[in-house]
């Protein structure tokens, strides 16, 4: 059988993102996929995509922060709620830049379970210092350019992404199927089971 080959783009300060990535492995396993993690520059990707954040309409907002409660509580999983633009998520998306593969999974899935989790303020300036100690992650070289990071985010803007976390299926023949948010991985999976 065919392995689907999906690619999930994020960024660390969306709680959307840590909610979608803790539910990947399991997805990978039941569904025969393997994901491709590709951070992007969030707030970038929401202006050139002529995008508004939520956090600036205020029943948006408010809706939102109900919403991931009872996404947090639905999937099982700790959630910590930071005022969004509080903290600035490009230090640690380089580094996962840096990585590849399954050593990139790791590194991301560690900043996202301590950022959301409540164990790292990120508001500090030591949060990523922290992140590395406490899940022993070994030193990575930090790339002091966003040239990186915003190939990337210029990717996914003309693949057709407004938002994170967005996924793109590919398939044999044709463009790739877009699926934007947590809420759509259920179509994501009948996708995958279809191919």
């Given at each position: 059988?065919?392995?689907?080959?999906?690619?999930?783009?994020?960024?660390?300060?969306?709680?959307y993102s840590?909610?979608?990535?803790?539910?990947?492995?399991?997805?990978?396993?039941?569904?025969?996929?393997?994901?491709?993690?590709?951070?992007?520059?969030?707030?970038?990707?929401?202006?050139?995509?002529?995008?508004?954040?939520?956090?600036?309409?205020?029943?948006?907002?408010?809706?939102?922060?109900?919403?991931?409660?009872?996404?947090?509580?639905?999937?099982?999983?700790?959630?910590?709620?930071?005022?969004?633009?509080?903290?600035?998520?490009?230090?640690?998306?380089?580094?996962?830049?840096?990585?590849?593969?399954?050593?990139?999974?790791?590194?991301?899935?560690?900043?996202?379970?301590?950022?959301?989790?409540?164990?790292?303020?990120?508001?500090?300036?030591?949060?990523?210092?922290?992140?590395?100690?406490?899940?022993?992650l070994p030193?990575?070289?930090?790339?002091?350019?966003?040239?990186?990071?915003?190939?990337?985010?210029?990717?996914?803007?003309?693949?057709?992404?407004?938002?994170?976390?967005?996924?793109?299926?590919?398939?044999?023949?044709?463009?790739?199927?877009?699926?934007?948010?947590?809420?759509?991985?259920?179509?994501?999976?009948?996708?995958?089971?279809?191919?």
């Amino acid at each position: 059988m065919n392995r689907a080959r999906i690619d999930f783009y994020f960024d660390f300060i969306s709680p959307y993102s840590y909610l979608a990535a803790t539910r990947l492995e399991a997805f990978g396993h039941r569904y025969g996929a393997d994901f491709e993690w590709l951070p992007i520059n969030l707030p970038r990707l929401i202006q050139w995509s002529d995008n508004t954040s939520p956090a600036m309409i205020r029943n948006k907002a408010l809706y939102s922060i109900r919403d991931l409660k009872r996404w947090a509580r639905f999937l099982d999983v700790p959630l910590t709620m930071h005022r969004p633009g509080s903290f600035d998520s490009r230090p640690a998306l380089r580094m996962a830049l840096a990585l590849q593969g399954d050593e990139r999974a790791r590194f991301s899935m560690a900043v996202f379970n301590s950022i959301w989790s409540g164990a790292v303020d990120p508001k500090q300036d030591d949060w990523l210092t922290q992140v590395m100690a406490q899940h022993q992650l070994p030193a990575i070289a930090l790339p002091r350019q966003d040239d990186a990071l915003d190939t990337l985010t210029r990717q996914a803007l003309n693949a057709g992404a407004f938002g994170a976390p967005t996924f793109f299926l590919h398939r044999k023949r044709g463009r790739a199927e877009m699926f934007f948010g947590v809420d759509h991985m259920d179509f994501l999976a009948r996708a995958c089971e279809a191919l």
